[in-house]
């Protein structure tokens, strides 16, 4: 089992920043990889960013160029840098790990003012 705990949501002004961490607990060893996606209200989940063990990052194309994953060489750490926010940036943003089956955090509420 890995449990997942996010932190580090909150409200911001549109062109803003956060940073949003991701720990992860228990089997950390079967990590593949880990990753965020978001839900806005009314909508479906959907991905943001993965990163692999290996340092290999995927990035959906509304976010390359703002938003940055990196994971530290423990494997139990993960973050989401995010830079100039925009207002449909606003969701709840969930932290993923991949391993034999897809685990979850509770997710974080980013708000991002206009």
């Known amino acids: 089992q890995v449990q997942l705990v996010e932190s580090g949501g909150g409200l911001v002004q549109a062109g803003g920043s956060l940073r949003l961490p991701c720990a992860a607990s228990?089997?950390?060893?079967?990590?593949?990889?880990m990753g965020w996606y978001r839900q806005a209200p009314g909508k479906q989940r959907e991905l943001v960013a993965t990163i692999t063990s290996s340092g290999s990052t995927n990035y959906a194309d509304s976010v390359k160029g703002r938003f940055t994953i990196s994971r530290d060489g423990a494997k139990n750490r993960m973050s989401l840098q995010m830079n100039s926010l925009k207002p449909e940036d606003t969701s709840v943003y969930y932290c993923?790990?991949?391993?034999?089956?897809?685990?979850w955090g509770k997710g974080t509420l980013v708000t991002v003012s206009s």
């Open positions: 228990g089997s950390i060893f079967t990590i593949n990889a």
């Open positions: 993923n790990a991949r391993a034999i089956k897809d685990y």
